[in-house]
């Protein structure tokens, strides 16, 4: 699938990216209510630090499989600039998650924002460049 027109490969990479971001909105609502995991967690005798870490590991990692479909859909194009569409696919909708972050008025809960950040900023260029990977390998 690719575009000849440089426009239209842009735009698509934007559409694609909103579409990443709603299913994901949609999709973790639905996760955060019917997930297993934390009640398994607080009934278990794990840390309150090992809970968070498992907690944090169970999210980039369903946050990845969740992401496959957008990284396919990205990885098609066979762009020579990925990485352009994969910023454009993801600036977007993370400046509109993390808008009101610059504003909190305590220094100290910026900090909790950072695991959420460098996932949302990292995790699609990720499987992107996996996928990337394999199919590169695949095909030589």
């Known amino acids: 699938m690719a575009f000849r027109n440089y426009r239209l490969t842009l735009l698509f990479a934007l559409g694609v990216g909103l579409?990443?971001?709603f299913a994901l909105t949609y999709l973790w609502g639905y996760i955060s209510i019917h997930s297993p995991i934390p009640s398994w967690l607080d009934s278990s005798t794990h840390s309150a630090i090992s809970r968070e870490v498992i907690m944090f590991v169970c999210d980039v990692l369903t946050t990845a499989v969740l992401s496959i479909p957008a990284a396919l859909l990205l990885s098609a194009l066979r762009p020579?600039?990925?990485p352009?569409?994969?910023?454009?696919?993801?600036v977007p909708s993370f400046i509109w998650t993390y808008r009101y972050?610059?504003?909190?008025?305590m220094?100290?809960?910026?900090t909790a924002f950072?695991?959420?950040i460098l996932m949302y900023a990292t995790i699609l260029p990720i499987v992107a460049g996996i996928i990337r990977q394999?199919?590169?390998e695949g095909n030589a």
Not at 101 to 105: R, T
Not at 107 to 110: H, I, Q, S
């Open 19 to 21: 579409a990443h971001y």
């Open 80 to 82: 020579r600039n990925l």
């Open 84 to 90: 352009l569409y994969l910023a454009i696919a993801t």
């Open 101 to 105: 972050v610059p504003l909190s008025p």
């Open 107 to 110: 220094p100290v809960g910026l």
């Open 114 to 116: 950072i695991p959420g």
């Open 134 to 136: 394999t199919t590169r």
